[in-house]
């Protein structure tokens, strides 16, 4: 099975090429800062404390609509400034919430709420949807012996066994807003060594957890003892997204923004059999139900903008986050 690790040997191609991700220029051509309606504080492009715009970019951002809930669960010692997960709540208002433990919901009695984390019974996004594959469990990761993934993940994992192309074919059952698996996701906003910590609350201990496929991440902010494919929050959420979207609905064949992502093989081969032919005339389609074509591009908004920021003036290849170990 390939690993996007091994595109690593090849020239390094633009990660958001032909992305559906609008014109993000006019964040160059704001200066000075502005002033937050709620707190009154100081921001530049928006306000990390309310989740909002600031200035005129309240009527020229996009807005991402997600077919379920997000929510966030961020460590109370991680700088809001930092974190990419703001992004998320700035631009989907409608759908994602963000919240500092230990200040949380409690979800236990919620039907259709999952975790986004690699527990030792983690399910991946296609067996939510009731497609025959399995976590490829060889060798328990390479771990120690008494360790198990849900508190020592040190490596990659290459998440899908495929039984057989009949039997990952995608369930009959049709999908719609209304009667998806999933009616809410939880992701962890800090370290790993913090989010274990999280993870023990009984509030969110008995859900179900989901473990997403293999990516390599675009941040460049380095994160000691992480490896290269420990996505930024922002990064979960784009791909948990475009996992569930594709399951559901489909992906547009004529789609091309996949192809610098640097997603593992599996993810590819499961989405083969999901590949919808567009129509004449449907080939820029991007309704909420319709085949996957971008819909949740735009989430990448503000990190693309900063990726190109921080390429003009730095090397790539020069930057510590890029050269962690895969």
Same mark, same amino acid.
Request: charged residues 25%; hydrophobic residues 35%; proline residues 6%.
């Given at each position: 099975?390939?690993?996007?690790?091994? /595109?690593?040997?090849?020239p390094r191609k633009y990660p958001f090429e032909k992305m559906r991700i609008s014109?993000?220029? +006019?964040?160059?051509?704001?200066? *000075? #800062?502005?002033n937050c309606r709620l707190c009154h504080r100081s921001r530049k492009f =928006?306000?990390?404390?309310?989740?909002i715009p600031v200035g005129d970019l309240e009527q020229l951002l996009p807005r991402v609509l997600l077919p379920l809930k997000i929510d966030i669960i961020k460590h109370?010692?991680? +700088? @809001? !400034?930092?974190?990419?997960?703001?992004?998320?709540?700035?631009?989907?208002?409608?759908?994602?919430?963000?919240?500092? &433990?230990? @200040? +949380?919901?409690?979800?236990? @009695?919620?039907?259709?709420?999952?975790? +986004? =984390? %690699?527990?030792?019974?983690?399910?991946?996004? %296609?067996?939510? &949807?009731? #497609?025959?594959?399995?976590?490829?469990? !060889?060798?328990?990761? !390479?771990?120690p012996h008494g360790h198990h993934m849900g508190t020592l993940l040190r490596r990659r994992m290459d998440e899908i066994e495929i039984p057989g192309q009949d039997q990952a074919a995608p369930n009959k059952r049709?999908?719609?807003?209304?009667?998806? %698996?999933?009616?809410?996701?939880?992701?962890?906003?800090?370290?790993?060594?913090? /989010?274990?910590?999280?993870?023990?609350?009984? #509030?969110?201990? *008995?859900l179900r957890?989901?473990?997403?496929?293999?990516?390599?991440?675009? =941040?460049?902010?380095?994160?000691? !003892? /992480?490896?290269?494919?420990?996505?930024?929050?922002?990064e979960a959420i784009h791909q948990f997204l475009l996992e569930v979207h594709v399951n559901a609905w489909g992906l547009n064949s004529n789609y091309r923004g996949l192809d610098n992502l640097e997603i593992t093989e599996g993810f590819h081969q499961?989405?083969?059999?999901?590949k919808v032919q567009a129509v004449e005339g449907d080939e820029d389609l991007v309704s909420r139900m319709s085949p996957y074509n971008g819909q949740y591009d735009n989430l990448l908004y503000f990190f693309a903008n900063m990726y190109d920021l921080?390429?003009?003036?730095?090397?790539?290849?020069?930057?510590?986050?890029?050269r962690r170990p895969i």
């Open positions: 099975m390939t690993h996007p690790a091994d /595109s690593q040997k090849r014109d993000h220029s +006019i964040l160059d051509t704001i200066e *000075g #800062r502005h =928006f306000c990390y404390n309310c989740h109370k010692k991680e +700088i @809001d !400034g930092k974190s990419t997960a703001v992004h998320a709540a700035v631009l989907a208002p409608e759908h994602v919430q963000i919240h500092t &433990f230990p @200040d +949380i919901p409690d979800y236990r @009695d919620e039907p259709g709420v999952v975790l +986004i =984390f %690699p527990s030792a019974k983690a399910l991946t996004v %296609p067996q939510l &949807f009731e #497609r025959n594959v399995q976590l490829q469990i !060889g060798d328990n990761y !390479g771990l049709s999908w719609d807003l209304e009667n998806l %698996p999933i009616r809410r996701a939880v992701f962890i906003d800090s370290t790993w060594n913090q /989010s274990r910590g999280i993870y023990a609350d009984e #509030r969110i201990r *008995g957890t989901v473990v997403l496929q293999n990516r390599l991440s675009q =941040f460049w902010r380095h994160q000691r !003892g /992480s490896p290269r494919w420990y996505l930024a929050t922002i499961l989405a083969a059999p999901l921080i390429h003009k003036y730095y090397d790539h290849n020069d930057l510590i986050s890029y």
